[in-house]
């Protein structure tokens, strides 16, 4: 499928669906679009109000032209009220559209959209995103696809001429989405600690970044106590990634994105009961995949920014040797660690991959993990925590987001709860009690981040999705990936500006 910009007037295009952006309460034919309305004879305006369309927001409808005019198909797509129109508002509508293409086995599509905030290269990019994103299919696990691919050939973004930029920027941008959406996806039979190693090498290969895997004993030279101890009870080995993407000239700052990769939590000796959702734990490597995903389109950007994308992978299983509920861990900075509940393991293998990367030198870092039960009661299933004691990188994040569109909420680091990881006999315990558990499980890694500014994001709400949702699928959504582009970027122009 090729998506292209053009400047083809609308009343000259042809093609099999043509799709046009409405606002709320404006869906009075006025200028161009009652023009094309009587091209068809009226069939906008009569289509309009028989579906008593109003252009709420995710509201769609379309309807056949006749037989040998120039289009086949019209769809109108509703994008609510113009004041409240957001960069994402034309994703998902692009992506509403994509999918009744795709039904209407559409060959080749147009779109007549509004721009967001006067604003070509962004709305030209959203677009470009929420169809691609929407036509994602992943028939990887199936000896037959019942489903068949998208018929779309190719996408016009007419009044988009010259924004070609900012397509092959959504092109980058989704194929880092699609990996971390297979990465999720794929179970842990599939991705364990040794293909994940096995990605990031594949990344660095075909993108030129350097990476580094730490086996097993040289996370030990490196004391890695606490992530060697979720690693120990399984039969596969744990893999310390570490990928870095270095800029051309001098790097205007150095970043790190940090993503717990636990490749299955059974929940350790503390296991996972019955209805807990033991078999979705597969997932629990959302935070490396949205790392890795990230990866894969910074590395195609090329923005003059050093980023150092860091994953300690392994999976928290049981046997003879897992760690016991109670044993002492010893973390890479020193600190011990009493683990009174196994099955807060992703606190214990981010632990030593904070410390890690603040040893770098860098200016800021960020880590994404699927850490609590506790966010997602907090925050329900589409919104992530985000979580900092530094104002500075929260704006960024909530700016990087904004503009994504992925969902997050600031969240206290209220530090007087700290008290409820004390410990009697070690540095702290690795659980506190069940109220407040998103905020312990923050203040617990805070311990491990000594100089460089830091955030972490709780997704383990939004990087699945149990139904369609906007541009994603039922299943993985890559959560993650666009905001850490996003936030990269908006590094480089910040620091661009002279700050
Ligand atoms: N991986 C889970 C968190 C999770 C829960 C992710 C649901 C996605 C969906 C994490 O390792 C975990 O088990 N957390 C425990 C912590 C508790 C023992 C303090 C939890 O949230 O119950
Ligand atoms: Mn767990
Ligand atoms: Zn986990």
Redesign the pocket.
């Known amino acids: 499928m090729k998506i292209q910009p053009s400047d083809q007037p609308l009343l000259e295009w042809a093609g099999d669906s043509l799709a046009i952006g409405l606002f709320e309460d404006a869906v009075e034919l006025t200028g161009e679009l009652a023009t094309l309305d009587q091209k068809f004879s009226g069939v906008l305006k009569e289509l309009i109000a028989e579906e008593e369309f109003k252009g709420k927001a995710n509201s769609t409808i379309f309807t056949r032209v006749n037989a040998g005019s120039p289009v086949r198909k019209l769809i109108l797509v509703g994008l609510g009220k113009p004041d409240a129109l957001k960069a994402d508002t034309l994703r998902c509508a692009a992506a509403a559209v994509a999918r009744i293409g795709k039904k209407q086995k559409s060959k080749i599509l147009g779109f007549s959209f509004p721009l967001w905030n006067n604003d070509p290269a962004t709305s030209a990019q959203a677009i470009a995103e929420g169809v691609e994103l929407a036509l994602y299919q992943d028939i990887r696990f199936k000896s037959e696809p019942e489903e068949k691919g998208s018929p779309i050939e190719s996408v016009d973004l007419l009044g988009f001429g010259g924004q070609e930029v900012a397509i092959t920027r959504a092109n980058q941008i989704v194929s880092g989405v699609n990996l971390a959406r297979q990465l999720v996806a794929a179970p842990a039979n599939a991705v364990t600690p040794i293909t994940l190693a096995e990605t990031a090498q594949a990344i660095a290969k075909e993108y030129g970044l350097e990476v580094k895997i730490l086996e097993k004993e040289d996370c030990e030279k490196l004391g890695m106590g606490a992530f060697l101890g979720v690693a120990q009870a399984s039969e596969l080995p744990p893999k310390f990634i570490h990928l870095t993407y270095k800029a051309e000239g001098t790097p205007k700052k150095k970043l790190a994105i940090i993503g717990k990769g636990?490749t299955f939590?059974s929940?350790g000796l503390?296991i996972?009961g019955a209805g807990s959702?033991i078999e979705?734990?597969k997932?629990?490597m959302g935070g490396a995949a949205a790392t890795l995903g990230a990866a894969k389109a910074i590395a195609q950007i090329k923005p003059d920014v050093e980023v150092h994308f860091i994953s300690a992978v392994a999976e928290n299983m049981i046997s003879g040797r897992a760690m016991h509920p109670g044993d002492i861990l010893t973390a890479s900075n020193g600190k011990t660690i009493e683990v009174n509940?196994t099955?807060?393991?992703?606190r214990l293998t981010l632990a030593d991959a904070l410390v890690y990367a603040d040893k770098l030198g860098l200016d800021a870092i960020v880590d994404l993990a699927?850490?609590?039960?506790?966010n997602?009661i907090a925050l329900g299933e589409d919104i992530a925590g985000l979580y900092t004691p530094d104002d500075g990188v929260a704006s960024q994040i909530e700016k990087a987001a904004e503009t994504s569109g992925e969902k997050i909420w600031r969240m206290p680091m209220e530090e007087k709860y700290f008290e409820g990881l004390k410990s009697g006999i070690a540095d702290m315990k690795n659980?506190g009690p069940r109220p407040g558990?998103s905020i312990t499980a923050a203040l617990f890694l805070k311990q491990f981040v000594k100089e460089t500014p830091w955030a972490h994001l709780d997704i383990?709400g939004p990087v699945w999705t149990e139904k369609e949702n906007g541009y994603n699928g039922a299943g993985a959504t890559g959560y993650g990936v666009r905001t850490l582009v996003n936030w990269v970027l908006g590094i480089e122009e910040l620091v661009g500006r002279g700050n």
Do not use: S
């Open positions: 636990v939590d929940g503390n996972k959702g979705t734990m997932m629990d509940n099955d807060a393991e992703g699927t850490l609590t039960g506790a997602i659980t558990g383990a």
